[in-house]
């Protein structure tokens, strides 16, 4: 699953054209935009989370407004402004690495995972990210990271310990602070609500 959800943010392969698109955050995201440009005709190399190339029968490049038209129906958006794209491509990057790790620990500190995949200067990031979203990253980290916890205490199958140290909290006490700062709540009061309680919101949901 995680070969398709990642985005090594890499180049288009010659011949094709690259969309980015927003509000892509779960496998079904990648099936339903795959879906979505075959019906125009378009021909679908590689989706994954916030990209998709794609190519013409004739070599042209596509016509973006029906593409533009078919996005927004299901709840995306394509994204042509430079800045928006960047935005996009933290915000995709972070989720995949919250939501979908790999196996193993993680190596890289947040701002140099970012810093390594797209190339930029982390101050830079940082400040077109704040100012285009009205968040910092670091408070779009902890979002995510407790949308996940979430869904970890949601499967019932690990302890609040173990969730904190799958997500890398120093402690379940941090773990704790954080969550009760963004619901309210401490995971373990979460936990007794029941899985009525437990449904995921999306990307945009969370800003």
């Known amino acids: 699953m995680n070969s398709q ?18 509000n892509m955050v779960c496998p079904q995201c990648i099936r339903v935009v795959t ?8 021909q679908v190399h590689r989706v994954v989370l916030g990209e998709a190339d794609v190519s013409t029968a004739d070599g042209q490049e596509p016509d973006l407004e029906p593409v533009r038209t078919s996005l927004l129906a299901a709840g995306f958006a394509l994204l042509e402004d430079p800045r928006a794209q960047l935005v996009e491509q933290i915000k995709t990057l972070l989720v995949t690495l919250i939501h979908y790790p790999e ?9 140099d995972y970012l810093v390594q995949h797209l190339g930029r200067d982390y101050h830079y990031l940082s400040h077109l990210f704040s100012s285009e979203e009205g968040l910092t990253i670091e408070k779009f980290i902890i979002r995510q990271k407790v949308e996940r916890a979430k869904e970890l205490i949601g499967y019932g199958e690990l302890s609040i310990a173990q969730v904190a ?11 704790s602070r ?13 936990q007794r609500l029941g899985p009525a309680s437990h ?5 945009d949901s969370l800003l």
């Open 5 to 22: 959800l990642r985005s090594g943010f890499t180049l288009p392969a010659p011949g094709t054209h690259r969309l980015l698109i927003k």
């Open 103 to 111: 196996p193993g620990p993680r190596l890289l500190t947040y701002s």
């Open 199 to 203: 449904a995921r919101r999306s990307l």
């Open 165 to 175: 140290g799958q997500l890398g909290y120093s402690s379940p006490a941090h773990l």
């Open 178 to 190: 954080q969550f009760g700062q963004v619901t309210g709540l401490t995971p373990t009061e979460f």
């Open 35 to 42: 879906e979505d440009l075959t019906a125009l005709g378009l």
